[in-house]
């Protein structure tokens, strides 16, 4: 039987853009070719679809649209066709069997890409575009975690041009420190810290550079955890990964070079508290309607209570990434986990 053809996205109009180059090189590497054939698709950052027939290295390094090995393609939207369609030298037809988006950010991780590849027919290694709209919705996601049960932070959103002087009387209502936030971005980018109201305003420009939504957020007394979880009706939860900061916050910088951050995987943590985080992501995987694969992040209080903080549909898949690892703890390593990732996508089709 021929091997699934799988067309692996990466790239894309975000300012993640690099971020999922590292991922996808990562993908490709650690591809399972005796059981699935891969079709690179790189997107660039102004929104052009090539197939990519190089190596994962020049993806990595970011040379790869200066290879030669590019040809203008695009995915049917014909759902009974199923078909990359490559345009150079000339006219070629590729069948698809599914399609892994290995994006992070906007027009990518956010429901885009997944409904075009539900409008193609294409299974998608992954959440699907619902659960990945919700998800990167800060606000929605918020909501739906508390009408579930789980605390999340106190926050107001409020449109970008809004009033500033009722974006100060929220932030005061709130109480500082705080964050403020794009509603729909990731690695946080555009977030920041405001300690007192002489920060607010140029926070609040910062996170309206982003997004057309801020988000005034309260600082949870606490450290971040995380949990991975894999499945579709049947879930596999990883280990707890525990985020020590010297200062600061987990900021973009911060998440890329662990300059003064660490990561500790397992958490240090106690078992029951450990095993309470792992039932909180698994119950809020199912509520917003995940599934392949997501990471859950939390915050942990002094008091041993989980409060929500946000899922990543994407997560980082790099061999040094949170998610991997959380995974490899729990005994799945690197190259099972993505060859789990793909069956799970292909599940039904």
């Avoid at 891969?38 to 929104?47: F, H």
């Avoid at 890329?256 to 508290?273: D, F, M, Q």
Wanted: aromatic share 6%.
């Amino acid at each position: 039987m021929q091997k699934p053809q799988i067309a692996v996205l990466f790239g894309g109009c975000s300012t993640e853009y690099e971020v999922s180059l590292q991922s996808a090189a990562a993908v490709l590497t650690h591809w399972d070719s005796a059981r699935f054939a891969a079709l690179p698709v790189g997107i660039t950052r102004e929104g052009a679809w090539l197939r990519y027939t190089g190596p994962a290295a020049r993806i990595a390094d970011g040379s790869w649209q200066q290879s030669g090995m590019c040809r203008p393609c695009l995915i049917s939207p014909d759902r009974t066709r199923r078909e990359l369609i490559e345009f150079a030298p000339s006219l070629t037809r590729r069948t698809l069997d599914a399609a892994f988006p290995v994006l992070h950010g906007k027009n990518g991780e956010d429901g885009t890409v997944q409904g075009l590849l539900e409008l193609a027919g294409l299974p998608v290694i992954g959440c699907g575009t619902l659960a990945s709209a919700l998800c990167m919705d800060k606000d929605r996601a918020h909501k739906l975690a508390a009408q579930a049960g789980v605390r999340v932070p106190r926050s107001v959103a409020f449109s970008r041009g809004e009033d500033f002087a009722a974006i100060a009387a929220a932030a005061e209502a709130i109480g500082y420190p705080l964050f403020v936030k794009p509603v729909r971005s990731g690695s946080s980018l555009g977030v920041s810290r405001a300690a007192g109201p002489e920060a607010l305003r140029h926070a609040v420009d910062e996170a309206a550079r982003h997004d057309d939504t801020i988000l005034l957020e309260e600082a949870v007394t606490g450290f971040e955890v995380g949990c991975a979880v894999l499945g579709n009706e049947v879930l596999t939860v990883g280990a707890v990964d525990e985020i020590e900061l010297a200062g600061g916050y987990f900021d973009y910088h911060e998440k890329y070079t662990l300059e003064t951050a660490a990561i500790h995987c397992p958490a240090r943590v106690p078992r029951g508290t450990a095993e309470m985080i792992r039932r909180t992501a698994a119950r809020l995987y199912r509520v917003m309607g995940c599934r392949g694969f997501a990471r859950v992040d939390l915050f942990l209080t002094p008091q041993g209570e989980a409060v929500f903080h946000e899922i990543n549909t994407i997560p980082g898949l790099t061999v040094h990434s949170r998610y991997p690892a959380m995974m490899k703890a729990a005994g799945i390593p690197f190259g099972e986990l993505l060859a789990r990732l793909i069956g799970l996508g292909l599940e039904g089709a």
